[in-house]
């Protein structure tokens, strides 16, 4: 039970610095959404670096916890479809939620990187799992 009350800590913990990532920092006013898929990913494969890192192993990034920790909270969470789904809704949200405060860049290439990435969370929590059983309905003894 305990375990359950951490990582559902750290899935609240998660998600507040998410929208706080994806929602409140690094606003940039008027500029315009991109909605051709592998536009963005393409601009910044050719420019290469750092920009490219940032934006998209950042992106990647940001959703591997939610890959992670989703199927950690319950046992009945622990699919694949499931996550790729779930982070897929919730990268269109924020990009909704982007465009329609227009204080971000909404971008669909997002939304593909970001489900890509809670995919390998879960991907990760699977190997996780086999070195370390995570099976929320057994409890220790008391």
């Not at 998600?15 to 910044?44: C, H, S």
């Not at 890959?67 to 924020?94: E, Q, T």
């Not at 990435?117 to 086999?130: N, S």
């Amino acid at each position: 039970m305990l375990r359950r009350w951490i990582v559902a800590a750290l899935f609240g913990a998660y998600l507040l610095a998410l929208l706080d990532l994806t929602l409140v920092r690094f606003p940039q006013p008027g500029a315009l959404p991109n909605w051709v898929p592998f536009k963005t990913i393409a601009y910044y494969a050719h420019l290469g670096g750092l920009p490219m890192w940032r934006n998209v192993a950042g992106n990647l990034i940001a959703f591997v916890p939610l890959g992670f920790l989703v199927p950690a909270l319950r046992r009945d969470w622990r699919s694949l479809i499931l996550v790729a789904a779930l982070s897929f809704a919730a990268s269109v949200l924020i990009e909704l939620i982007q465009y329609l405060s227009a204080q971000r860049v909404a971008d669909v290439d997002d939304v593909f990187l970001n489900t890509l990435g809670g995919i390998l969370g879960y991907v990760a929590f699977l190997i996780a799992a086999r070195v370390w059983p995570v099976d929320a309905s057994v409890e220790p003894a008391t």
